[in-house]
């Protein structure tokens, strides 16, 4: 394959900064929101509330978010947005309760996300999709990595000091100075969707019939799970999302249980695991082609047994290594099986109704994990132990699904083998 046959457009780029200051934003403003909810409610305890916030508009809304993608250019999808998530933060910004305020980014972020993934099918063809996916969970991950230091740094001198001392009288505390910052990187990246390209591709109105966008997303949900390989790439990166954002809070947790550390020194540690996420996806996208995503599914069952490790960590250095390899693990089976994922749904139903049903699924697990980690917390169990019962409930699931992904094989190997070829020669779009 020639390099010009495996150059990204220029496109493609745009899309990339533009993703890369939005997720920088979320992520340095979940930090900020973390410390804002502790003063409003004066308890710690409610921090994964605010996941669970953000989250919900992804499973409420999903059978109407991916027909509102696909209805237009997906950069003015993009450019929308961005805007409702900058209602969000200047909610937070005006002492709105943080977990309502978070709720409306999440609702920005929830329209965001199908046409963020959806664009790439449209703008490239599958040969591309992995190296893509690496780029682009890369500068999400870089995103997490830089917007959780951020967001810790925001809120401790000199910068919360130099804010708080430019005298303006809506930058009285850290907190709102934080903020402030926050949304202009939110202000960059609605800018930024203005130069995304169009593809060409025919979007159609959306209907207005609710009933009509329901029953057909609960089609494009059942073709999606009836998929023999649409199925266990979308088992995979719903238990990786669900696990992924439950393990933020963990990591602050265990912080401060472990090492002693504040919420906005533990944000480093954060860091670290999403730095970890970075290495596995460029490694994934070097070695694993599109035709061989399946075989990564090992790796998910020893991320979930390497976080059993962390109960054994005492020191900041050797805890680093722990969420290095641990991040790398994830970043190297999440990344193959996106792509194999964003490939099939786009055949089957559509880039944005795919990335829709996906986005369901993903954030349903997400509501049920960071949910039943709360749970765990108000009921007086120890960090260490969650840590156990979610890494072994991580390697479980992950085992099942290779059980489920071995039947398959057996069943419709033939099938299957022919999916993958088409996946590695389609030259869609």
């Not at 533009?18 to 305890?45: E, H, K, T, W, Y």
């Amino acid at each position: 394959m020639t390099s010009t046959q495996q150059r990204l457009p220029g496109g493609f780029y745009v899309i990339m900064a533009a993703q890369f200051c939005s997720a920088l934003a979320d992520n340095a403003l979940l930090i900020a929101a973390i410390v804002l909810l502790r003063d409003f409610f004066a308890s710690p305890q409610y921090a994964p509330l605010l996941k669970f916030y953000f989250t919900v508009s992804y499973v409420v809304l999903a059978a109407f978010v991916g027909a509102f993608a696909d209805s237009m250019p997906k950069g003015r999808v993009m450019f929308i947005s961005n805007g409702i998530k900058i209602l969000g933060c200047a909610l937070m910004f005006f002492h709105v309760d943080p977990l309502l305020a978070y709720g409306i980014v999440g609702l920005g972020a929830a329209a965001y996300s199908p046409a963020k993934y959806g664009i790439l099918t449209e703008l490239l063809p599958p040969r591309l999709l992995v190296k893509a996916n690496a780029w682009i969970e890369g500068l999400t991950v870089s995103a997490i990595i830089l917007g959780t230091v951020l967001g810790g740094w925001l809120l401790l001198p000199p910068a919360s000091t130099f804010l708080t001392g430019l005298h303006l009288s809506a930058l009285d505390t850290p907190s709102a100075g934080a903020i402030a910052v926050i949304g202009l990187l939110y202000l960059a990246a609605a800018l930024i969707n203005l130069f995304i390209p169009n593809t060409g591709v025919d979007h159609e109105p959306v209907k207005r019939n609710p009933w009509y966008l329901l029953r057909d997303f609960g089609h494009c949900v059942k073709v999606l799970w009836t998929d023999k390989l649409g199925q266990i790439s979308l088992a995979v990166t719903t238990l990786f999302w669900a696990a992924g954002a439950t393990l933020q809070f963990i990591v602050l947790d265990w912080a401060k249980v472990a090492l002693g550390l504040d919420v906005e020194h533990a944000t480093k540690l954060q860091a670290i695991a999403a730095l970890g996420m970075a290495v596995g996806a460029v490694v994934a996208a070097w070695l694993i082609p599109i035709q061989r995503a399946l075989a990564v599914l090992p790796v998910g069952v020893a991320m979930g047994l390497l976080v059993c490790v962390m109960i054994g960590v005492k020191d900041p250095v050797t805890a680093q290594a722990v969420l290095v390899i641990i991040g790398a693990a994830a970043g190297f089976f999440v990344v193959p099986m996106n792509a194999l994922l964003q490939h099939r749904g786009h055949i089957l139903v559509g880039a944005g109704h795919s990335i829709a049903v996906q986005n369901f699924n993903e954030n349903a697990g997400i509501l049920i994990m960071v949910a039943a980690y709360y749970l765990l917390g108000r009921l007086g169990v120890s960090v260490n132990v969650a840590i156990v019962l979610f890494g072994l409930a991580v390697s479980a699931t992950m085992l099942l699904v290779i059980l489920w992904q071995r039947r398959n094989s057996r069943e419709h190997g033939p099938e299957i083998q022919r999916l993958l070829e088409v996946a590695r020669t389609s030259s869609h779009p």
